[in-house]
């Protein structure tokens, strides 16, 4: 009966970046990122727990752009967004614009765990880390080559003519046994960022969303227009008032609403009864799946 | 027809605070923020500017918890979060964590025709501040005696004794002759508030929202619940898919769900119609309101 998707970013992905090699290793790490979720549901754990693990994994992953391997600002800095929200108290944890929180989700949690508050920024909650007593990294633990070499091409490019490939961003959606829901959503943004721009990944209502009466979503994509169509609760709002199925309402938002607006990107979503639906309108979406019957499936284009 | 309401903040005011002179000072705050908006409406300007020359008006009054007058965060400095949205295309725009912008709805309102972003913070939003030639204000121009006095209190009292007794925020909604809608919110936050803390205000779809097709909300209360309760995004939904009206959607999520978590505060909305609604579950809500008969009303109990 439980059930988890994963994704691992949405966009235009070139065939040139997709060799074999680098197809095999999307797979695996969407595959480790499951069974990290799937070990949690199946000893009968929280679905919250679940998503946190399976996020977690990719976080620590450099092929993802969250945690180690995230895509660097325009100053040469990684800055680090992540939320979380469980489907059956509703509550949730957001934090944005970290430099030295080894894993995003992993304070997210804390904040809706242990602090009177939902979201902290920047300065404020890293302080709030050294009081929950994470060992802060330094920036440079996040920074990998490769994103060296996007931030490079980016800043390099003439203004505008740089178009990210990947929009990176990780998530997870997962149902457990007890029937409670949960979502996860970090990220490192978008290349050369600048102004302390904050995406759709912290805002609970847009990147992120959980309630036990509809469903979980996890969103992907080009972040701004998820915050104009508050993506994740517009999903959850077409099931529970609209009557559409987790499938029809995922679509409704993705290939819809977002395309009319040139929204691009995608969302995982897992329902109350465990249907999951994981549609894109860009070219290619990391993603991946074990639905109630214990299937695994992963896919990109 | 157009249509145009105001809040100043909801809580527990104590009678004592309301004294004859402050509620005048209120009334007449809310008032000048009316007139300020419907001047424009009245002369075929859009809701979007009269949204924002309504809040404007409160940030600069000092009684109110926006812009001057704004409650101050544990580490002695205001912290100002502002967004706005309007209803034809869903553009949004949202700051957090700013010190040194006189009006931060202004450049909520930047961010959304300017930058190809929809939420900037901190440090970033400064700098974009700086390169569209806005000029600085010294964090001590938001300070009032009042707020200090405020905030001594708070850090005197035992770990979670104090209580505020106005959740402050500023908000504005408005429908214009062309039948466009447009939300706007402006806020210092909670006093002796820490760790970067951010509210609904700035959230698009919690503390901010507006659609053509349904109505235009801003909401004040305490911003954990919500942003749980994506409380302007479900008003929506109720109206949008679920055949509510507006009185019965807003009173829905503030009597209904809001009131279940345990979420103080009110909201205010304009429906396509223009119908107003001002519903608040907490004792009182500073709020005025010009309806489409040009009626004008303020109340705070």
Redesign the interface.
Known sequence: MPAIAVHGGAGDIPPAELTPEREAAYRTGLEQALRAGQRILEAGGPSLDAVVAAVQVLEDNPLFNAGRGAVIAANGICELDASL?EGRD???G?V??LRHVKSPIGLARLVMDV???????????E??ALEQGLEPVANRYFVTERRQRELAAALDASAGSFRESLMGTVGAVALDAAGDLAAATSTGGMTAK??????DSP????GT?AANDCCAVSATGH??YF????VA??IA??I???GKSVREAADIVVHGQLQQ?GGEGGVIVVGRDGTLALPFNSRGMLRGSIDAQGRMTTGIL
């Open positions: 929200m509703l509550r949730a957001a944005t614009g602090s009177p508050h939902v979201m902290l920024s920047g300065q404020g909650a302080e709030f600048r102004w302390g721009r904050v995406g805002v609970i209502g847009a969303y972040g701004e915050i104009r169509a508050t609760h517009e709002s077409l529970r008032y609209a607006m």
